[in-house]
């Protein structure tokens, strides 16, 4: 499967931005999803996930502002980000992932880049 992230770009504090993640293929809807964002210097974290029958789990840096969500109809997941901090700042990359036979099988798009900046 091939992940595409798309949406990021320059957005003042407090600001909204969507982000989305096409894939390609079928079966999306058998994939865990989840974004991911790594800042200057740091090491990549999860932002949020959500399961194949669509329970989300969130960072707690992000709860309250950030909502996952995902469209199996269209093959895509979005990531809306409400009342963004300078500390957003991130290149934020989308991850598709299954289990097969006891063995997980990960996918990651390319990167979009967010910038928090007035």
């Known amino acids: 499967v091939q992940l595409q992230a798309c949406g990021g770009g320059l957005v003042q504090p407090g600001g909204s931005l969507r982000l989305s993640c096409a894939t390609s293929?079928?079966?999306?809807?058998?994939?865990?999803m989840g974004w991911y964002r790594q800042a200057p210097g740091k090491q990549r974290e999860l932002v949020a996930l959500?399961?194949?029958?669509?329970?989300?789990n969130y960072a707690d840096s992000v709860k309250g502002r950030f909502t996952i969500s995902r469209d199996n109809a269209k093959n895509t997941m979005y990531l809306q980000m409400n009342t963004v901090k300078p500390e957003d700042t991130a290149v934020y990359y989308c991850?598709?992932?299954?289990?097969?036979?006891?063995?997980?099988?990960?996918?990651w798009g390319q990167g979009t880049e967010v910038t928090v900046s007035s």
């Open positions: 991850r598709a992932s299954y289990y097969r036979s006891g063995r997980e099988y990960v996918y």
């Open positions: 293929g079928s079966s999306f809807n058998i994939y865990t």
């Open positions: 959500i399961t194949t029958g669509g329970s989300t």
